[in-house]
């Protein structure tokens, strides 16, 4: 599948488990575009790690303002109603569990709810900047993600790379399907109508429980 | 008193081996009138404590560019290259904190605590070395408070004590890094005289202050 393409599900899908009145953290990358498909009608605030919530979307070429800026550093906007903040009160939304939804993209994500996306020991050290507290503290996290890496699982039995946190992650979207971290494991619940049970196995490096209300992927 | 200094005046306070704070996120927010001041001393050795080591070609991620900066404790280093570069030839030091730790480090320093226990980090490498305690059957790192030599921070707009408000997103760091330092200097964007910044959209309270080197619009 085209990666775009592939993106663009996963978006899509991450945006139909939001729910009217939540606030919501996208990492940067592929959870961004999360933002692009909110449902009509529904009002969910956007939260910046930087310092502010109820953020918009790009400015307008010519608009921009080099105080008002997003986690990735790029020109953004704050809608009406929105408000800016330093990061001890950033933090404090993030750690005290007052972010509903944080979507975050993953090297590595377990059977046991287990995150790795900040470190690559000797290869790749960009720091955990605040991806450690928001799988911490916010009360669902969401891995959205390309199903595997360069060809390998990314979803695994057990995380190879130091983690991000230990044991967070609920629900894992990605462009073959839906799986849900449960006590007792891994279950998939939905798949994209394009895929088949034994290939989603197939890409897959854990076991996984079969949900008897098994759906096509809604998107 | 006067507070109001050029940088001719900032300069002597500078030296070699300080421990300094900086404000910014990623550059937003950064004094760089004072980055300017530091690159020009071109004093060495020193501990920079801020978010992020930002880019190469912007706000601290200069410092560390032109080799001035031996050690920092920041939450992000990868959008500046050259700091990975450096600590993997083994000529900086990183130590990498989450960034809500990080912040809450800083202002336990300035509010004078003990530290502080948050549940970030529990079961990674982060927890490694440091002492946990359960509390109420949950588990937290203690994370020890940080202080600096000297902060220097960014106002969008100070009155002649010293009082800040901060626009936008530039807020970030700034005003918790100003309750955390021996001495705290503010770039301010926008010098107004004392009475001109209502008081209720002050931000950093003129009393942390030390100097104000201002009007660089």
Redesign the interface.
Known sequence: MDSKIAKQIIAKRVAKELKDGQLVNLGIGLPTMVSNYVPEGMMVTFH?????VGMGGAPEQGEE?????????QFTT?LPGGA?????M??IL??GGHVDVTVLGALEVDQEG?LANWIVPGKM?????????LV??AKKVIVAMMHTGKGEPKILKKCKL??????KVNLIVTELCVIEVTKEGLVLKEIHKDTTIDEVKSHTGAELIISKQLKTMDI | MNKVVSPDQLKPLFKDGMTLMVGGFLGCGTPHKIIDILIELNIKNLTIIANDTSFADKGLGRLVVNGQVKKVITSHIGTNSETGRLMNEGKLEVQLVPQGTLIERIRSGGAGLGGVLTPTGVGTIVEEGKQKLTIEGKEYLLELPLRADIAIIKGSISDEFGNTFYRGTTKNYNPIIATAADVVIVEAEQLVKIGELDADHVMTPGVFIDYILGGIE
């Not at chain 1, 910046?48 to 502010?52: C, I, L, P, Q, W």
């Not at chain 1, 800016?84 to 001890?88: G, K, M, P, Q």
């Not at chain 1, 050290?125 to 507290?133: S, T």
Request: hydrophobic share 35%.
């Open positions: 910046s790690e930087n310092g502010m303002n080099e105080d008002v800026t997003n986690a990735g550093a704050i800016y903040f330093d990061s001890a950033s933090f993030i750690r287990n050290v960009p720091g955990m900047g605040g991806a450690m507290d911490t503290g130091p983690l991000t946190a230990k044991g």
